[in-house]
Structure formats: structure tokens, C-alpha cells
């Protein structure tokens, strides 16, 4: 295996996907979805891409923030614990209680054990996991044939799920890519979100409003301000919260959820004087330059024009990696951080009650004591 350095190396690996390199993910990932996207490569890839980002297109995201808010209120109302009910509503449009929850007990085992070792004992991790997936994959099979019957007949609203570019997404297909969006969106929304949480709670005083960390506190009250009582927030109301993402985009940085992935050489080639032959890993990290303070100075610092204008040095802020292989979910995730920030921020207040708690990677970041808080009320 090689491990790529820095932005050069960062773009080397990005812009050859096709040529001398491709995706590689775990045998483990590939076993339990193997005709999902991770599987596939050149056009194929590009593709079954486009047919699932017509999920988080800006029609959709249109149609969906309204949901978003309503799911985050609900959520936070009852019980405020993760769940993978919002991505089950997006991308498959499962709203129905019951199959929510059966896919969320499968899906709780799936996602502890889908990256393991590969030994087949029962009892173990490797042996519970496809159990799990194939009861997750059951359960989207049956929506998937109710949604298909209803294509049949005409119902425009769910042909994009199976459809793009004159050609149907086959069943196997459509249940893969299903399961590959809710592994690789809840967890790491989830460790987004409580690290958003995290670092919004050690913030010294931040209510007081005396930092430029605060904007994006009055951003939240300007725009809760905007709304009638009961009115659900909009997608054009997501993007005026320019100070609340750059909160997320900071956190991306100092605790970038995903600390690596991998590429595949297709052919021998060489690098930087090295020869790298066909069939090696290749690993990068965005800590190699997000952490490095020679394309980030002063990294504690908040600094919204960081991420504004002309942005960072191309290639060194990559927590949703570049190139054609890059995070599908970019766009999707952003509306539900927002949202998520939007409804918390407008109820509580709060701090965290172990200052400076450690935060371990197994394999996303989450605080080590599971990040007591103190919260208020507004
Ligand atoms: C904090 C949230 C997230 C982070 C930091 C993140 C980061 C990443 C990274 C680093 C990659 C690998 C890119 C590469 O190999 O160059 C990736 C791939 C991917 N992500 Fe995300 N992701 C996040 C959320 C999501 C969400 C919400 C979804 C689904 C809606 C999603 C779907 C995917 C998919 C399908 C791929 C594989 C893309 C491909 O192989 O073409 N991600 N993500």
C-alpha cells in the first residue's frame, strides 16, 4: 500500500479515477453490496451517480427540507438520540413507522459490523453482519417492487428512483445503492452533528454573543424571526445560513468524520519517482492538509472567509475527498445539518459537561464519554 501526501498527491489521486486508479472499498463493503456504486467504475459509475444525486438535486432538495424540519422537530421532541429515520424518508420515501424501525434494529447491527475481518465464526462480527443486510435488503426489496408496481401505473413522483438516462436501475440495483446511501449517510451525519454539538458546547460564553463564533446564533434568531408560527423552514432559508455552515465547515476540519479512503492502481505507473504496480492500495487522508497549519493557519481561529471567496488552496479542504468519486452526499447533508442546528439552537441553550473531551475514531470520531450536556431551555 502507498499513502498519498498533501494537495499535488490529493489531486493526483482524484482527477486519475478511470485512468491509472479507481475506488477501492474493504472486501467486507463489497460483499454486502455488490452491485452497488463502489462496484462499478467509468461510465457505469457515472451513470448510477447521476441516478442516485436526483435524491439530493436541487428539486428535491426543494421538496424536502420542509420534511427535514419536520422529521428534526418531531425527533427532538421525543426522543433526541440518533436514528436513520430522516435518510429512510429521503431516499427511499419510507414514512411508515413499522418499516422504519425493522430496518432500523437490522440496521443497527449492519452498520456496527460492516467493516470487520473476514472470519465466518458464528458469533462473530463477520457472521451477524450479512444476516442483518439481508433483512435490510428484504425490506427495501418489498418497497421497491410496491414502488415499481406504482411506476406501472403511472406515478411520476417515484420514477426517478429507478430511472435516468433511458435506462432502469435493476432491482439488485436499486437494493444495494439503497443500503450503501443509509450506511454511508447516518453515521456520519450522526458523528457530524455531535461534534457540531461538541464544539458548540465547549465555546466559552458563546450565548453571551461576544465572539465572531456567534453569527451564526443570530443568524438562526434572524431567520426563526422570518418565520409565522408553525411555518417549516424552506431550501432558500438553508442557504442564507452562510454563518452556520461555516461552524460545520470549521468542525469538518478539526474532526473530519471520514479520516481516509482508498484507491486501486489499475496499471503499473509511476509517482514522484516511485513506481506503483497495478493491483496496490493507495490511501489518502484529508488530515495530511487540513491539519497542516501551512494551508491553515491559527486552525482554532473561526474564519468564515476560509471557505468563502476563493476559498482554501485547491485540494487541501477535502473532507468529502474530489474528483468524480467524491462524497454523492455533499449536497443532501448540508440541509440536514442546518435544519438539525436551526431547530436546536431555536430551543435550547447548552454546554458540555466534560470540558475538552477526548474524541476517539472506531471508525467515525465520537467524544469518548458520549458527550454529557448540559441543556436549557430558551
Ligand atoms: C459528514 C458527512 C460525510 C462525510 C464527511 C463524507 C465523506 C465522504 C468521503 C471522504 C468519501 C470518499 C470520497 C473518495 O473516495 O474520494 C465519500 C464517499 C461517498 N459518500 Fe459521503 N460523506 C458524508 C456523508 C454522506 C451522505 C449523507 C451520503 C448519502 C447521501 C454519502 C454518500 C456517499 C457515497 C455514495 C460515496 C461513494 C461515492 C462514489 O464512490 O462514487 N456521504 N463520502
Known amino acids: 500500500m502507498a499513502v498519498f501526501v498533501g494537495p499535488v498527491a490529493n489531486k493526483f489521486l482524484f482527477t486519475n479515477v478511470n485512468n491509472l486508479l479507481n475506488v477501492w472499498w474493504p472486501p467486507s463493503v463489497k460483499k454486502l453490496m455488490r452491485f452497488s456504486l463502489p462496484?462499478?467504475?467509468?461510465?457505469e459509475a457515472m451513470r448510477m451517480r447521476q441516478i442516485l444525486m436526483t435524491s439530493a438535486d436541487r428539486d428535491a432538495r426543494k421538496n424536502y427540507v420542509d420534511r427535514m424540519d419536520l422529521v428534526a422537530q418531531n425527533h427532538i421532541r421525543t426522543h433526541w438520540e440518533g436514528k436513520q429515520e430522516?435518510?429512510?424518508r429521503i431516499f427511499a420515501s419510507i414514512d411508515e413507522p413499522v418499516h422504519i424501525s425493522r430496518l432500523a434494529y437490522h440496521f443497527d447491527i449492519f452498520l456496527k459490523r460492516v467493516i470487520h475481518f473476514?472470519?465466518?465464526l458464528p458469533g462473530t462480527t463477520c457472521y451477524r453482519a450479512p444476516k442483518a443486510a439481508n433483512a435490510i435488503k428484504?425490506?427495501?426489496?418489498?418497497i421497491a417492487r410496491q414502488r415499481r408496481a406504482a411506476l406501472d401505473k403511472k406515478m411520476e413522483s417515484h420514477k426517478k428512483i429507478f430511472y435516468s438516462s433511458g435506462k432502469f436501475l435493476s432491482e439488485s440495483e436499486i437494493v444495494d445503492n439503497l443500503l450503501l446511501l443509509l450506511l454511508a449517510s447516518h453515521d456520519t451525519t450522526t458523528a457530524l452533528i455531535t461534534c457540531v454539538m461538541m464544539y458548540l458546547g465547549e465555546l466559552p460564553e458563546y450565548f453571551l454573543?461576544?465572539?465572531?463564533?456567534?453569527?451564526?446564533?443570530t443568524e438562526q434568531s434572524d431567520i426563526t424571526k422570518s418565520k409565522e408560527p408553525g411555518e417549516l423552514l424552506k431550501l432558500e432559508d438553508t442557504q442564507k445560513m452562510?454563518?452556520?455552515w461555516s461552524v460545520v465547515s470549521k468542525v469538518l476540519r478539526l474532526i473530519p468524520p471520514i479520516i481516509g479512503a482508498f484507491r486501486e492502481a489499475v496499471v503499473d505507473?509511476?509517482?514522484a519517482g516511485y513506481i506503483i504496480p497495478k493491483g496496490w492500495k493507495l490511501y489518502w487522508s484529508p488530515d495530511t492538509t487540513i491539519k497542516d497549519p501551512a494551508y491553515f493557519p491559527n486552525a482554532e481561529d473561526f474564519d468564515?472567509?476560509?471557505?468563502?471567496g476563493a476559498g482554501p488552496v485547491p485540494y487541501t479542504y477535502v473532507p468529502f475527498g474530489g474528483g468524480p468519486r467524491m462524497c454523492l452526499g455533499y449536497e443532501y447533508l448540508k440541509p440536514v445539518i442546518l435544519v438539525f442546528l436551526h431547530n436546536i439552537a431555536k430551543r435550547f441553550k447548552w454546554d458540555s459537561l466534560i470540558p475538552d473531551e477526548k474524541v476517539t475514531y472506531n471508525p467515525l470520531p465520537s467524544p469518548s464519554q458520549g458527550l454529557p450536556i448540559r441543556l436549557q431551555l430558551h
Not at 454573543?209 to 446564533?217: E, G, H, R, S, Y
Not at 468564515?304 to 468563502?308: F, H, L, N
Open 304 to 308: 468564515p472567509s476560509r471557505y468563502g
Open 242 to 244: 452562510r454563518y452556520s
Open 138 to 142: 428484504e425490506e427495501i426489496r418489498l
Open 118 to 120: 473476514p472470519t465466518n
Open 209 to 217: 454573543q461576544t465572539t465572531i463564533d456567534c453569527l451564526w446564533l
Open 269 to 271: 505507473f509511476t509517482y
Open 86 to 88: 430522516l435518510s429512510c
Open 39 to 43: 462496484q462499478v467504475v467509468g461510465d
